[in-house]
């Protein structure tokens, strides 16, 4: 036990810089802001923070645009500021990691700068720039058809030089050439041993795996013939250097600080679990482990992240079953060489309990109660996002296409409009879409109290819209509530840690997979043969629902938490206990000790 890694029984909590707290009136969260919540979080059971990008940045991408590595956003705070972050992390026994950004750089970035001003430059090649083609009428094309992630296409052409250079996101921020050592050793030093040398205590790492892409270059094939531009991650995503890079990485950088423990890669586009392995198995230090993509990915359109599809509840459960049963590996012969995260929020995606529960005021916190317990109960390391555990939902309906920030949500829904010749039903379907799946929902300020602006700012006029409801939903009054959302996520981490045998580290066993209405599982130990056992029942539904507990190897359950505040009290009066049936009220949740 001793052995294991501090970070497989961490949990983890994301803070997105700009919305999380304002110190100095501004209107914009900073880094001082961070540090007067450090003992908010460590009250919370958080064991580490993951901070996104608060390094200098024009902010077309909220940070994701990086023009120096080694500098603050100052409207953040600066180097020092940071510092005395890590120092309030450690002093309280917490770790911190910072987003690594190195696909590509802000356009604003020096490297770039001189690699744009000319052919010649010795930093041209740090970037990845192709000369046009032409059609057969001499119209100037892009060197491919890709698609970017920001609408529109990956390459921009500058004037200067007569060229396209390679951005799979906005035009702002440019492709770094990985196939370029020089670049490579440049990104280390700059990105990582910079911050490494100040004592942060490992990064996430952002697309992990579109460095390396294939080459030669070439058109992806048509998918989506109403545009000239297509989806192309498999021409980009999961090349075929990406895990020597990662090896060098660990080579040259990341074995030269012992104190360096933990690296989990963002891995979009990566369904298949032999391909997720080939990132982290032991023996093959590339990373600690990845976040999938599957869960956040449900009801996103195919060709369209914004085209919202409806999707199944077994559709989660295969799911969470797949990468559960990923910890047992693929490494064969018993080898449980694989790991994985628990996590469906992020920066970059809706609020869950809009997205998978249910955000309506009546079973708004019953549902918050019960995906707490069921990502507690499940094995790998949590990361919970800021205001999860507050329950904050998405924006609000009324808030119209103006009221949103980000580049990917307003880009697409201005390329649709203008596709569609302003068609109102696509954009009504847009909107929609927009409404459970922006990432904007998840960007809008932390709310903790019920004072104006939800007191994530006092005076000035917050960078983006507070929600509605920030006097329902805000932290100052769910720490005065036992009953609270808050207050049952502490409960659940404390369980989760005390018996982390069963939930962090156990095996998942799961029952009915077909029904679309519960979710029931088992968790068992490992190491002592399956000694300890829990059992899981959630119901994801508005109806109540019946489910039936398992029976053999889960004989004898206890009740142990429920997310209705009387659950304890409807399983004292169930007549001798002998019965495994349970009728679980609207999004209820129940854990169930065995024997
Ligand atoms: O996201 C990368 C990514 O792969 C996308 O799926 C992302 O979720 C985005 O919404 C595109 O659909 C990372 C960051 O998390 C994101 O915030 C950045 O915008 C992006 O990289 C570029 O750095």
Redesign the pocket.
Known sequence: KSTRPWWKDAVCYQIYPASFKDSNGDGLGDIPGIISKVDYLKDLGIDAIWV?PMFDSPQV??G??ISNYEAVYPPYGTVKDMEDLIEACHSRGMKIILDL?I??TSDQHAWFKESRSSKDNPKRDWYIWKPPRYAPDGTRLPPTNWRS??SGSTWEFDELTGEYYLH??AKE?PDLNWENEETRKAIYNSAMRFWLDKGVDGFRV??VN?YSKQLPLEDAPVSDSRFYEQPAWVNYANGPRMHEFLREMNKLVLDTYPHVTVMVG?L??TPDPKKVLDYLREGDKQLSMVFQ?DI?DLGQGKQH?YHFEEWKLSELKNIVEKWQRFIEGGGGEGKRDGWTTVFCE????GRSISRYACDSPEHRVNSGKMLSLMLCALTGTLFVYQGQEIGMINVPKSWGIDSFKD??SVNFYWAMAKQSGNDQTELDYVMKSLQVLS?DNARIPMQWDETENAGFTEGGKPWMRVHDLYREINVKQQERDKSSLLGFWKRMIKLRKKFSEVFIHGEFEGFDMENEKTFAFGKKSVEDGGRKRAVVVCNFSGEEQEVELPGAGYEGVKFMVGSYEDAEEKERTLNGGSSRKRMLRPWEGRLYAVG
């Not at 992020?346 to 995606?349: G, K, S, T």
Request: hydrophobic content about 30%.
């Open positions: 996104s991408d909220m994701y645009d950004v696909n590509h992630y920001f799979l996101f921020q952002d697309t579109m963002e979009p586009h993509f956040v992240k992020n920066h970059d995606q580049i990917e990432r």
